[in-house]
């Protein structure tokens, strides 16, 4: 009796459900490691853009009224490209001050500046128009005085 060497259905069948959970497998890393990329991309330019806002409030002259561009809601901090694909980045801010005087609408000596950075954070690229459908935001305190 000669002994057979082929494959049952059986063994085909599982041979299929493994190599199909290891695809699956494989691109589900992918996915979650570009939609990580993305979040810290965002975060990174989130951080730079109150970095950049801090700098301001140190070359602002203590009671002046404050530029155009801080009372403006949106903010596209940067031009990033990659691979030859423009990125968007979408950020709302909003300005608050504890007093005013910071800008000139009282004679107090201190201030707090609130600053407010939001964001949509999802999977894709798709950012949002209003900042009420932000989903992430960063706040910064700055305690400023004459």
């Known amino acids: 009796m000669r002994e057979q060497h082929a494959f049952s259905v059986i063994e085909i069948v599982i041979a299929l459900g493994l190599v199909v959970v290891g695809f699956f497998t494989f691109f589900s890393v992918f996915s979650t490691g570009s939609h990580h990329a993305k979040q810290t991309r965002n975060r990174a330019v989130a951080n730079l853009l109150a970095q950049s806002y801090l700098e301001e409030f140190k070359a602002h002259t203590y009671g002046d009224p404050e530029p ?79």
């Open 68 to 146: 155009k561009h801080w009372a403006q809601e949106e903010d596209n901090p940067i031009r990033l490209v990659v691979g030859g694909r423009e990125q968007q980045f979408k950020f709302h801010k909003t300005l608050t001050y504890q007093n005013g005087s910071f800008v000139g609408k009282s004679q107090e000596n201190t201030d707090l500046i609130k600053l407010v950075i939001s964001w949509r954070e999802l999977p894709g690229d798709r950012q949002t128009e209003d900042a009420a459908e932000d989903n992430k935001q960063l706040e910064v305190e700055v305690p400023v005085w004459r």
